[in-house]
């Protein structure tokens, strides 16, 4: 009975994955660049998504041989559009208390693309009391932890505190279910991310929290597909793959199959999708990402896979 | 009278007869309520209605606050069942038979049980013979105690269930019969919600995101009961009762929440 679930995942992903690399110039850094970014959230962000979910796709290794060269292609144009972490390390070095050169760095850092000058800043800046204490939300404490992890600044007494920056998320209260709204479901969905490396340590879950999620995704997931939030709802199936009893609902894949564009753009909600491809790329960069990643995961989980524990 | 008119008057007489039991149950006023509420009706047949569309939360008063049943209230439930007689066959369950009749003959069977528990005539036959069947849920396999051992992530990914048996809809269907949420009836309808809080839980969760609060107090009724049976829930009933008599409008709705705070007992806030 897996099979379906993940014919029809690889399906989706495959497709999201192409899509993605077939319009990633749209997602190219304006010439004029500098590493000030007056909007960060713009283009910058964005592409170390497309990083992140390249990276997973070579992490796992489940998918076929056209996207694992489609995936290395798009590490090497992320990889370039950051100067080959030169323009990471830059803004680094100009904004110490900034956590996202690091997490940009960190699909780069999985795939064996290095940048020594900027792990030695890393290094030292991650290591300050006062980069450590930089006030945040609590689940991008977790990003930061994993970061740092995956990196390897996390060795010799500079260990994150797992457990406490666990309890202060909203998914460590095990809060009522019946009240998360639509940016509570995004903070939930990242807790689990962080937790377990993009499903690459599902142990990294806390039993009482994978139980708490076993119990109420397909509440959350079903409500947000009935006024289709699809970004959020591949967000939330990625979590399902997260779980060290993955919950991969065929009926839910199916649904995200149909709703996928024949170029394989996966849009983030119900609205009309835009004409214009430029406009088109970036409202739906996100979703495909998104995509890319639950199907990676999908395919990888029914197959068996659960990467390497930890 | 157009159907119009005919479904407001029936609303708005269900409404006066749900505050009546809920006054009642609340200990604000005494006896006879169910007469008086025929009695001062301007359409004693809408009233008579009423009762069976309130059906047996009718005697909620008295199974849960020790009101006693006056022979005029049980003169009153017994004139409904001879005005509008239920079907002599009860109708065959879902899928084979229409889901609503169906529905209608437990409701109906829970107030003619109730009725005759209460007024003592139950060697008599009841007025509305008891259907058989229950609602279907086909995703029982999720219903083991979260965390617990499966056989892997196939037996997740195969739990396949129709729109119709998924416990989206089954929660519902469940809601639609929560009269029967009441401890002095048992049935293959109460066996199917002990051996489904999981899908019990979910579907109020659900309905709370949803916003539809009648719906999601209807299936807390079902929770507040196992939770009184000692039944272990995946989420604490208790906030969710005083989140809905806070949040939930109406006064079907606010009997649901009075008997589900009932039933959870001297712990509900």
Known sequence: MTAPVTRTAHQVSSRALAWLHAHREYGALPADTTIDLGDPDSVYKPLGETALAASLVLRESAAGSVELRLAGDLMDFCWRQFGEGDMLYERLLRYSMMTDPLETYVPFARCGFRHDPLERLLAHTSALRSVRAVEAVPNRGLAVANAARVVGLDQGGRGYDWPTLTRATWLGATPEPWLVDWMTGYCATHTVFHLTDWGGDPTGLPDDIAAYVTTWLPVWIDIWAEIEQWDLVAELMIVGCCLKEPYCAPADWERLARIQHPDGLVPRDGDPVPDDPDQRFKDHQHTAVVATIAGTLAVSRTLGGAADPR | ?269
Do not use: N
């Open chain 2, 1 to 269: 009278m157009s159907p119009d008119r005919s479904q407001t008057v029936y609303a708005a007489s269900a409404a006066d007869l749900a505050l009546r039991a809920l006054d009642v149950l609340r200990g604000v006023e005494g006896t006879a309520f169910v007469a008086e509420h025929v009695e001062c009706a301007d359409d004693p047949k809408a009233a008579l209605a009423a009762i069976r569309y309130v059906g047996a939360d009718i005697f909620a008063p008295h199974l849960l606050a020790d009101a006693a049943l006056s022979p005029e209230d049980a003169a009153a439930v017994a004139q409904s069942f001879a005005v509008f007689p239920p079907p002599v066959r009860t109708p065959e369950p879902p899928p084979a038979g229409a889901a609503e009749p169906w529905i209608a003959a437990w409701r109906d069977w829970a107030t003619a049980a109730l009725l005759a528990r209460l007024a003592g005539t139950e060697g008599d036959g009841l007025p509305a013979p008891q259907p058989v069947g229950a609602p279907v849920l086909t995703d029982h396999a999720d219903d083991a105690a979260p965390g617990a051992d499966s056989d892997g992530p196939e037996t997740r990914a195969s739990a396949v269930s129709t729109p119709d048996t998924g416990w989206q809809h089954w929660s519902v269907r469940m809601g639609q019969l929560s009269p029967l949420a009441l401890p002095a009836l048992d049935g293959p309808v109460h066996a199917a919600a002990r051996a489904a809080p999981l899908a019990l839980a979910r579907g109020a969760t659900r309905a709370m995101l949803r916003r539809d609060f009648p719906t999601a107090a209807r299936i807390t009724r079902w929770l507040a009961l196992l939770h009184a049976e000692g039944v272990r829930l995946p989420l604490d009933p208790l906030p969710l009762v005083e989140h809905l008599r806070l949040h939930g409008g109406g006064p079907r709705l606010a009997l649901d929440v009075a008997i589900a705070r009932r039933l959870l007992g001297p712990e509900a806030p």
